[in-house]
C-alpha cells in the first residue's frame, strides 16, 4: 500500500527513476511489476550496501535514498528540484521529517552548518544529492552511516540547502531499526 501512495504523491513530477533494492519479497516484486519500477533482490546485506547498489543501478543527475518505512509527501519532487535549481551553489537538499504518529509530531532539522554537523546529526539519509557528489555509503558502519556519509561530504566542500518543511513522513525507530 505504502508504494502505491507514494507513486501517487510523485505525479507532479514525472522525470523520475524508481529502484527498490530488498531482499527476496514476492509481494514487493509484483507490485514493483505493476507500477513499472526496477526491483532487485540482494538478500540480507546491511542498508548501505543496499543503498550502493541501487545507485550503481541507477543513472540519475540527482540520487534520493528512501526507506521501505518512509512516505514522500505530496509535492516534495517538485520542490527538491525547484531548490536545486534555485541554489546552484548547493549539492543535497534536506529536511526535518514527520513521524507518523501524533505524540512525536516532528523530527526537526536546521540550516547547514559544516561545524555544528561535527557534533550533531541532522541530516537525515532521506536527503536528494547530485551524483558527482556520492561518496558512496560506508559499508562497514553498522549505525550512523548517514551521519559519516554527510561529514564526509561537507569535509570535500560540498553545501546542502535546508528546507524548513518536512518532505516525508516515516515510522517512529523500534528495537529491529537501524535509527
Known sequence: RRVIQGSDCAKDFTDREIIVVGKENEEAKIICGELAVQYYEIGNELASAKRNYGFDKSVGEIIFFFDADCILLAGMLRLINDSFEDNPDCSFVYSGY??????????????????????????????????????????????????????????????????????????????????
Open 98 to 179: 514527520r513521524w507518523n504518529v501524533e505524540s512525536l509530531n516532528v523530527f526537526s532539522s536546521r540550516p547547514f552548518d559544516p561545524y555544528l554537523l561535527q557534533s550533531t546529526n541532522y541530516i537525515s539519509t532521506m536527503s536528494p544529492m547530485k551524483r558527482e557528489i556520492f561518496p558512496r555509503f560506508n559499508e562497514e558502519l553498522e549505525y550512523f552511516q548517514d551521519w559519516d556519509l554527510f561529514l564526509r561530504i561537507t569535509k570535500e566542500g560540498y553545501k546542502g540547502f535546508y528546507l524548513p518543511d518536512a518532505v516525508f513522513m516515516t515510522e517512529p525507530p523500534d528495537d529491529k531499526s537501524i535509527s
